[in-house]
């Protein structure tokens, strides 16, 4: 088909931009402005803003073993996990880690991102329903985009609209994917439900562990085992090494032929360069010590309960957390803009969400209950964020 010509508009190259200041502007005006700051190495700051769950991230045994991976294997993997990217470390991570979480096998990616990418787009084809929670991680939602698939967006944390949904499908397969804890108020998703859905109607499941992992249950085996669902020939799981493993990197674990899928047919396994070896000797660095340390998971979310009371005893609107994230409501984006830099001028870094970044809208202050955190600096948390909360 010929299309019509249609006039283009002349524009000098320094005009070609242009709208992008417009859209600037219209973020600025609606308060999501966000701007990049860097953080100094020696920040005294009081941290409830990272995601290092359990306080690993300078704990010299997991910075000893990045050190001694870069040392032995080098600055990067320098090609595709298939070409030269795999070192013995990279193994060596997945069975450690397949084996703590109870699956069968784990395959290692760049990124949690590229693992959720990767799951959504090797495992379902134009015969799938993609049944996904509303409230699901960005990298979900990108996977569902991704997949060649049709994708049904079930209200949150809703098993009966899931099975609803999964019974008056057309489609061959199905494939029901969820966060297993919501990213920022740190809520759990009802996995029972969901499995229960799934299994009525023959889908599969696929659960980002990502803020369950090194967190939730026995020693922080993750979410999966918790549910009773780790090795279960149904269910797949995804995890990123960038929270309570403090390093940087993703994993897939399922059962074996589900990891073999993904190793021969997933875009962002096959096409991405390997995880840098000083990564994954830091996950396994840290994965080690979690086994030998197994009260550190417990202590994580002792610590969000004691938060999130105190909080709620000081008169805010705090969520109640089923890992390590607690969660504030703010009035509204400027508000909680405002709020969380009152926190970092008087010595606290929090995490500030506003929307696109919260599903329903309501900004919030979003805090974690780092497993390395004291009593007294929990309370002082807590003054920081009464004393300078809008009024
Ligand atoms: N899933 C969830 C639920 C997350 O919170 C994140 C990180 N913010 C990711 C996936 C992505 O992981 P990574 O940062 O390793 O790409």
Same mark, same amino acid.
């Given at each position: 088909?010929?299309?019509?010509?249609?006039?283009?508009?002349?524009?000098?190259?320094? %005009?070609?931009?242009?709208?992008?200041?417009?859209?600037?502007?219209?973020?600025?005006?609606?308060?999501? *402005?966000?701007?990049?700051? /860097?953080?100094?190495?020696?920040?005294?700051?009081?941290?409830?803003? /990272?995601?290092?769950?359990?306080?690993?991230?300078?704990?010299?045994?997991?910075?000893?073993?990045?050190?001694?991976?870069?040392?032995? #294997?080098?600055?990067?993997?320098?090609?595709?996990?298939?070409?030269?990217?795999?070192?013995?470390?990279?193994?060596?991570?997945?069975?450690?880690? %397949?084996?703590?979480?109870?699956?069968? @096998?784990?395959?290692?990616? /760049?990124?949690?991102?590229?693992?959720?990418?990767?799951?959504?787009?090797?495992?379902?084809?134009?015969?799938?329903?993609?049944?996904?929670?509303?409230?699901?991680?960005?990298?979900?939602?990108?996977?569902?985009?991704?997949?060649?698939?049709?994708?049904?967006?079930?209200?949150?944390?809703?098993?009966?609209?899931?099975?609803?949904?999964?019974?008056?499908?057309?489609?061959?397969?199905?494939?029901?994917?969820?966060?297993?804890?919501?990213?920022?108020?740190?809520?759990?998703?009802?996995?029972?439900?969901?499995? !229960? !859905?799934? +299994? @009525?109607?023959?889908?599969?499941?696929?659960?980002?562990?990502?803020?369950?992992?090194?967190?939730?249950?026995?020693?922080?085996?993750?979410?999966?085992?918790?549910?009773?669902?780790?090795?279960?020939?149904?269910?797949?799981?995804?995890?990123?090494?960038?929270? /309570?493993?403090?390093?940087?990197?993703?994993?897939?674990?399922?059962?074996?032929?589900?990891?073999?899928?993904?190793?021969?047919?997933?875009? *962002?396994?096959?096409?991405?360069?390997?995880?840098?070896?000083?990564? $994954?000797?830091? %996950?396994?660095?840290?994965?080690?010590?979690?086994? @030998?340390?197994?009260?550190?998971?417990? +202590? $994580? +979310?002792?610590?969000?309960?004691?938060? %999130?009371?105190?909080?709620?005893?000081?008169?805010?609107?705090?969520?109640?957390?089923? @890992?390590?994230?607690?969660?504030?409501?703010?009035?509204?984006?400027?508000?909680?803009?405002? #709020?969380?830099?009152?926190?970092?001028? $008087?010595?606290? $870094?929090?995490?500030?969400?506003?929307?696109?970044?919260?599903?329903?809208?309501?900004?919030?202050? +979003?805090?974690?209950?780092?497993?390395?955190?004291?009593?007294?600096?929990? *309370?002082? !948390?807590?003054?920081?964020?009464?004393?300078?909360?809008?009024?």
């Amino acid at each position: 088909m010929v299309h019509p010509t249609v006039p283009q508009p002349t524009l000098a190259p320094s %005009a070609v931009f242009d709208w992008l200041d417009e859209a600037a502007d219209l973020r600025a005006r609606a308060g999501l *402005t966000r701007t990049l700051r /860097s953080r100094p190495a020696d920040d005294p700051v009081l941290d409830l803003a /990272s995601n290092d769950y359990l306080g690993l991230v300078h704990h010299p045994a997991v910075t000893g073993a990045a050190a001694e991976a870069a040392r032995r #294997w080098g600055g990067g993997a320098t090609g595709s996990r298939l070409v030269t990217g795999t070192t013995a470390l990279h193994t060596e991570l997945e069975d450690e880690l %397949a084996e703590f979480c109870g699956f069968e @096998a784990a395959l290692v990616f /760049s990124t949690g991102y590229a693992a959720n990418l990767a799951a959504l787009t090797a495992l379902t084809d134009p015969d799938t329903l993609i049944v996904s929670d509303a409230y699901n991680h960005a990298s979900l939602i990108d996977g569902c985009r991704l997949a060649r698939s049709d994708v049904h967006r079930a209200p949150h944390a809703d098993p009966d609209a899931v099975r609803e949904v999964l019974a008056t499908r057309s489609h061959r397969r199905a494939l029901v994917v969820t966060d297993s804890v919501f990213s920022v108020d740190g809520n759990a998703a009802p996995l029972a439900g969901h499995c !229960a !859905a799934a +299994r @009525a109607h023959g889908a599969a499941l696929l659960v980002d562990d990502a803020h369950g992992l090194g967190v939730l249950g026995d020693g922080g085996r993750g979410t999966l085992a918790v549910a009773d669902l780790a090795g279960a020939p149904d269910t797949v799981a995804t995890v990123t090494l960038s929270k /309570s493993l403090g390093s940087q990197g993703g994993a897939v674990l399922g059962p074996r032929r589900v990891i073999r899928h993904l190793t021969e047919t997933a875009r *962002t396994f096959i096409f991405d360069t390997g995880l840098a070896p000083a990564a $994954a000797g830091t %996950a396994l660095g840290a994965l080690r010590l979690l086994r @030998a340390e197994p009260h550190r998971a417990a +202590r $994580a +979310r002792e610590l969000a309960h004691t938060l %999130a009371a105190r909080l709620t005893a000081a008169g805010l609107h705090a969520s109640t957390p089923d @890992a390590a994230v607690v969660s504030v409501r703010a009035p509204g984006p400027e508000a909680a803009v405002q #709020w969380a830099a009152d926190c970092r001028t $008087a010595g606290l $870094a929090v995490g500030c969400f506003r929307p696109p970044s919260v599903p329903d809208g309501i900004s919030r202050l +979003r805090l974690t209950a780092r497993g390395d955190l004291t009593d007294a600096q929990i *309370t002082e !948390a807590v003054r920081i964020i009464a004393a300078t909360g809008p009024a």
